[in-house]
């Protein structure tokens, strides 16, 4: 690859979210896997910075004394093992995803080309996920400050997940901040599948009815499958 062309590749995350129709369509006929690692790395680091502003909201009691989440001994260990889901969740999730469609469109007979460069295209339409996690970031900046009478992350006990949830509704649960993040994954879940429709309907042998019913019917199985398998398929 040229210079430029590699610098195209590293931009198809955000070129997908705000011209997806020309970008899946540069993807097809270069289906590069860097940009896959741009994503990637933005996801992680999006995701990142909104555990650490939602730690630099709790506090915990230790020793009598109120401690930020951020300064205990829980919270790099608990930081690690969040990336690692993430990671995890991002890769099985594209895998599995792809997979679903590639099998629903050799189903119905449509043109699905050659595989490698089908699961790159998919890849991308995960690009929306960095958009989640931004905008989770400033809402999660947005919530006051959580005391809780617990000494360790996450809650270890049953009791200390009784106060955790009973702060969580008394004091995030009635704010703006929070009514908005509950409904934020379902939207951004829905231009999820309105991006895979597009990628889908890249072949001209597909019409739109056909792409938009493979891509609901393939995140409906993702949503599925997500409640059965260890490892998350959806972040």
Request: proline share 6%.
């Amino acid at each position: 690859m040229t210079t430029q062309q590699t610098l195209t590749a590293l931009s198809y995350p955000f070129r997908v979210i705000y011209s997806p129709f020309k970008a899946f369509k540069e993807i097809a006929q270069n289906p590069s896997i860097k940009g896959l690692f741009v994503l990637l790395a933005l996801i992680l680091a999006a995701s990142v910075g909104t555990v650490y502003l939602y730690a630099s909201k709790i506090f915990l009691t230790i020793n009598d004394l109120p401690m930020s989440l951020l300064a205990s001994n829980t919270f790099g260990d608990f930081m690690l093992s969040y990336s690692v889901e993430i990671i995890t969740g991002f890769i099985a999730g594209w895998f599995v995803y792809a997979s679903i469609l590639f099998v629903l469109i050799g189903a119905l007979k449509e043109k699905r080309g050659p595989l490698r460069p089908f699961y790159t295209l998919v890849g991308y339409t995960f690009s929306v996920l960095i958009v989640r996690m931004a905008i989770s970031a400033i809402l999660v900046s947005t919530l006051p400050d959580l005391p809780l009478s617990i000494s360790a992350w996450p809650p270890a006990t049953e009791e200390d997940l009784l106060i955790y949830r009973d702060q969580i509704n008394a004091l995030w649960a009635p704010t703006l901040a929070s009514q908005a993040a509950s409904w934020l994954p379902w939207i951004v879940y829905g231009w999820l599948v309105m991006l895979t429709a597009i990628a889908v309907r890249g072949s001209p042998e597909t019409t739109w009815g056909k792409a938009i019913m493979i891509s609901v019917t393939a995140f409906l199985a993702l949503l599925i499958l997500s409640a059965f398998l260890p490892v998350p398929l959806l972040i």
